[in-house]
């Protein structure tokens, strides 16, 4: 309790120094901060952080860090009031979902009527230039309406040592399709803990992919309710080298019958990198006829970068196919032998290889300047590092 006071004191001075300029959420905030006290910072002893440990987190002291997200949003596309906001993602067992909703603040909470095709994505962009360890607490919200298609790219880049403790609630009406992107690009002193939610409606189409660039220590939570023929695809990418840490947890709930996910998630890790993948396929009882595939490829290039990977089936239903996997490996020596007796280098070889590797998600981008961007940003980091 002593060691739980002390990582959490500083956070309960924050709040109760806060400038609130719209109480109208103040019970929800107040509810969110008792819930991260009596909970405080998760440890390695439990489960779920078995392979992270977020101390460095609890032990520094960050100030509070103004800000305010850029936010490209299209004509059809409709702000929201803090008044409109539900809470959906108040409760429950995660602490940095809790502290997130003790500071809420300026958030962006957006709207796509029904029947509405959104044709320019939905862009929320979100920085921090520190000069001192600073913090801040996004708190994004989408709500789709039913019929409705979009897409949403968020974006988190920064300088200096922070903390971005970022939270993303996308409710997808019957029969809508989004298409959702984050990248995530911190600091290489940066901590980046981030959780998104997606409540999918009946036969809604969604789908998400994760690119995890930076950060010194990242933790993405992905999670995903699916309703009856409901479709949803959750892949990701993270990259890491030097001594960056990269957790990847997700959970498709397949909640409704005839529902139909499919997941994958591919590591490269370089140096001293370490990476978690635990990826969690949950059939409920009444979801019969569940189609869901999950996959996990991991490339090392070196011998001191370690991944964890733990994919998980829980089934509650009898009617169902469900497959998962994971691999890890290296670079195919064939594959490196036969570059190189075409003339191509053998560093040059490597970052071609590793590429490819990445290529298989970067190719299933469907906005162009966000492909091209990608491309880009991948082609330096591989032909910087030698693969």
């Known amino acids: 309790m002593t060691a739980v006071s002390e990582t959490t004191s500083q956070w309960l001075e924050q709040f109760t120094t806060q400038a609130v300029a719209d109480r109208g959420l103040q019970e929800l905030r107040d509810a969110g901060l008792r819930r991260f006290l009596e909970i405080g910072f998760p440890t390695t002893h439990e489960e779920e952080w078995r392979f992270t440990n977020v101390s460095p987190i609890a032990r520094t002291a960050f100030r509070p ?117 984050k990248v995530q690009q911190e600091a290489a002193g940066a901590f980046h803990i981030a959780t998104m939610q997606a409540t999918l409606g009946r036969s809604a189409n969604f789908s998400s992919l994760s690119i995890s660039l930076g950060g010194a220590l990242v933790r993405n939570d992905v999670n995903t309710t699916l309703a009856e023929g409901t479709e949803a695809t959750i892949n990701g990418l993270y990259i890491a080298d030097g001594r960056q840490h990269i957790d990847n947890h997700t959970q498709i709930d397949h909640a409704k019958p005839h529902g139909t996910s499919h997941e994958l998630y591919k590591g490269i890790l370089d140096g001293k990198a370490t990476a978690v993948f635990n990826g969690r396929i949950l059939v409920r009882k009444d979801a019969q006829k569940t189609d869901s595939k999950q996959t996990n490829k991991n490339l090392v290039l070196s ?30 020596a064939e594959a490196l032998f036969y570059l190189q007796s075409r003339g191509v280098g053998k560093k040059e070889a490597r970052e071609l290889l590793t590429y490819a590797f990445a290529q298989d998600l970067i190719d299933r981008v469907k906005v162009q300047s966000l492909k091209e961007r990608l491309e880009t940003v991948l082609y330096e980091k591989f032909h910087e590092h030698g693969g």
């Open 65 to 181: 860090y103004t800000w305010e997200a850029k936010v490209h949003r299209p004509p059809g596309v409709e702000r929201l009031s803090e008044s409109d906001y539900q809470g959906w993602l108040a409760g429950g067992q995660n602490p940095f979902v809790a502290l997130n909703t003790a500071f809420l603040r300026d958030f962006v909470m957006l709207r796509v009527p029904r029947g509405a095709v959104i044709e320019e994505p939905i862009k929320i962009f979100t920085c921090q230039e520190a000069q001192v360890p600073s913090v801040i607490h996004p708190r994004t919200v989408v709500v789709v309406g039913a019929h409705a298609q979009c897409t949403i790219i968020e974006t988190y880049v920064g300088k200096g040592t922070y903390f971005t403790n970022a939270v993303t609630e996308i409710v997808a009406g019957e029969g809508a399709v989004v298409d959702h992107y």
């Open 303 to 332: 011998d001191e970068a370690v991944i964890d990977t733990k994919p998980e089936l829980q089934i509650f239903a009898d009617d169902v196919r469900c497959t998962h996997g994971a691999t890890i490996g290296q670079l195919d």
